[in-house]
């Protein structure tokens, strides 16, 4: 268990959707990092929060958009949703930036249908 | 911005043996190297790490070694198991650009 919880653990919708994908970090952590993997894909760095304010943004499609709240969990909202977006979505942790280790949640699984 | 170039993007090894994992990256200034192993539905691991103040890290069965002026580091690990089969990913970053790039990854087959 890496401490890191995301939710749900699979979701499945139709093309035009829109879903929002949650993410708990590790006690004590402040930075949040959001990965999209797809079928047999490397992992795509779309967006970093540290202590509730965005700190570096990836591959991040203008339909998809994250926020940190106050108490340091992560959203990720995705939007006007295409086949092509069904993924392994990876949620992952660190003390404080880039320079520590990152520690991942089970993913949300996302289909599309 | 930084690139991760990983090679080799698949290998096959038999069980006992070594294995070699090989990245290189573009910018002189990065300095934390993770490694990650991922296994067939499970979310990436962090096996192994390595800053650019060291130039080899040792971990039983895993080791990770940096030369930073030819800007590449290596994961090797020896007497393979099946238990090692896994997609394995490298990284690097540095701390100017508030971001961690990864490798393509490689997949690991340990024949029994």
């Known amino acids: 268990d890496s401490g890191v919880t995301q939710t749900p653990k699979h979701l499945i919708t139709a093309t035009g959707q829109r879903v929002t994908l949650r993410c708990s970090p590790r006690?004590?952590?402040?930075?949040v990092y959001w990965y999209q993997q797809s079928l047999d894909q490397g992992l795509q760095f779309l967006i970093q929060y540290y202590n509730g304010e965005e700190r570096a943004k990836g591959n991040i499609l203008e339909r998809f958009s994250a926020q940190q709240f106050p108490d340091l969990h992560s959203e990720l909202n995705l939007s006007s949703l295409e086949l092509g977006d069904s993924a392994l979505y990876f949620c992952a942790s660190s003390v404080e930036g880039e320079q520590d280790p990152q520690h991942f949640g089970d993913g949300t699984r996302l289909s599309i249908l | 911005g930084e690139n991760v170039e990983q090679h080799p993007s698949t290998l096959s090894v038999q069980e006992g043996d070594s294995a070699v994992i090989k990245c290189t990256y573009s910018d002189s200034a990065s300095n934390y190297f993770p490694w990650y192993k991922q296994e067939l539905g499970k979310r990436p691991q962090l096996i192994i790490d390595i800053r650019s103040n060291v130039g080899e890290k040792k971990d039983q069965r895993i080791a990770v070694t940096l030369n930073k002026t030819a800007k590449h580091f290596s994961l090797h690990i020896t007497e393979t198991q099946p238990e090692d089969s896994a997609v394995y990913f490298c990284?690097?970053?540095?701390?100017?650009?508030?971001?961690?790039?990864f490798g393509a990854g490689t997949r690991l087959t340990v024949k029994p």
């Open positions: 006690s004590g952590d402040l930075s």
């Open positions: 990284a690097a970053s540095y701390s100017g650009n508030n971001d961690m790039r």
